[in-house]
């Protein structure tokens, strides 16, 4: 079992920056991923990385904007948020499981369904 633990959320301008963080207690789950949903919207899968090997992955909206990394001594997952957008507010998840090595290579997209672990959820809003 993992209890997930996030923190880093707020209000910023657009253009503006944030750094989420994910703390993971218990177990360390080989994937971890950053899921967010917006009012109205379906949850949507934003980043992962393979905490074994570090692969990650990006959906297309945050390609080069946003960066996911860990910190192995903390057992926590960060993401780094650049050039925010109006349209990158909603509440932003950690979620973690045990998937297959090779997840990222062979997904489809990031899919919440996949995720059985989940954090408690950090609001993030970006006003323009």
């Known amino acids: 079992q993992v209890q997930l633990v996030e923190s880093g959320g707020g209000s910023v301008r657009a253009g503006g920056s944030l750094k989420l963080s994910c703390v993971a207690s218990?177990?360390?789950?080989?994937?971890m991923g950053w899921f967010r949903q917006a009012p109205g919207k379906e949850r949507e899968g934003v980043a992962a990385?393979?905490?074994?090997?570090?692969?990650?992955y990006y959906a297309d909206s945050v390609k080069g904007r946003f960066t996911i990394f860990q910190d192995n001594a903390k057992n926590t997952v960060y993401l780094q948020m650049n050039s925010l957008k109006p349209e990158d507010t909603a509440m932003y998840y950690c979620?973690?499981?045990?998937?297959?090595?090779?997840?990222?290579?062979?997904?489809?997209?990031?899919?919440?369904?996949?995720?059985?672990?989940w954090g408690q959820g950090t609001q993030v809003t970006v006003s323009s």
């Open positions: 979620a973690a499981d045990s998937l297959p090595p090779d997840y990222i290579a062979t997904m489809v997209s990031l899919a919440d369904k996949d995720f059985g672990y």
């Open positions: 218990g177990y360390i789950y080989n994937y």
């Open positions: 990385i393979y905490t074994y090997g570090g692969s990650t």
